[in-house]
Antibody
Framework: EVQLVESGGGLVKPGGSLRLSCAAS????????MNWVRQAPGKGLEWVSS????????YYADSVKGRFTISRDNAKNSLYLQMNSLRAEDTAVYYC????????????WGQGTLVTVSS | VIWMTQSPSLLSASTGDRVTISCRMS??????LAWYQQKPGKAPELLIY???TLQSGVPSRFSGSGSGTDFTLTISCLQSEDFATYYC?????????FGQGTKVEIK
């Protein structure tokens, strides 16, 4: 069974930093591209960042480029999101999500972790 | 950037109704479109990918159609468990984009 478990969310002040983690199990993590997607309270889904299986290809939304860094450790079956210079508008539930190996759509999602940026 | 227009934003319907949700792209994406269902407090779940392929385990009352710029999600006979918010997403190119969402509520 595919499982994605996010952690690391919490309350942080504007300008602060936070590192999210996603522990993957139930599939060969090193073969799959992974994503972070966020959802502000009461709002829609927003794609944040994607990373290919070997970290060769990395993409960011303009809203986080230069502030957030996606990375992965295939030996630890883990995905990360380092978030710096956080703003109030970064407040959201952050989901870790897997891309299908062949069809490339996002097929499995974690339960999410809440990040609140407030003074 | 590929812009997406999803409509309607709110749909009031009754159990047993046939409902249709539309997603229009600012440029062609072939069939690289997925539909997700999200219930309050839960993560999204994949319903349809490649515009019309039903994800394993998803009831056959859900169907998708379209290619290029215009896509549709249809629920043929609305069930109580289908009252939720639905999103389209293009995965043709980065940045990936989502539609604004359609909340299907009980009339």
């Amino acid at each position: 069974e595919v499982q994605l478990v996010e952690s690391g969310g919490g309350l942080v002040k504007p300008g602060g930093s936070l590192r999210l983690s996603c522990a993957a199990s139930g599939f060969t993590f090193s073969s799959y591209s992974m994503n972070w997607v966020r959802q502000a309270p009461g709002k829609g889904l927003e794609w944040v960042s994607s990373i290919s299986s070997s970290s060769s290809y990395i993409y960011y939304a303009d809203s986080v480029k230069g502030r957030f860094t996606i990375s992965r450790d295939n030996a630890k079956n883990s995905l990360y999101l380092q978030m710096n210079s956080l703003r109030a508008e970064d407040t959201a539930v952050y989901y870790c999500a897997r891309d299908d190996l062949v069809a490339t759509m996002t097929d499995y999602w974690g339960q999410g972790t809440l990040v609140t940026v407030s003074s | 950037v590929i812009w997406m227009t999803q409509s309607p934003s709110l749909l009031s319907a009754s159990t047993g109704d046939r409902v249709t949700i539309s997603c229009r792209m600012s440029q062609g994406i072939s069939s690289y479109l997925a539909w997700y269902q999200q219930k309050p407090g839960k993560a999204p779940e994949l319903l349809i990918y490649a515009a019309s392929t039903l994800q394993s385990g998803v009831p056959s009352r859900f169907s998708g159609s379209g290619s290029g710029t215009d896509f549709t999600l249809t629920i043929s006979c609305l069930q109580s468990e289908d009252f939720a918010t639905y999103y389209c997403q293009q995965y043709y190119s980065f940045p990936r984009t989502f539609g604004q969402g359609t909340k299907v509520e009980i009339k």
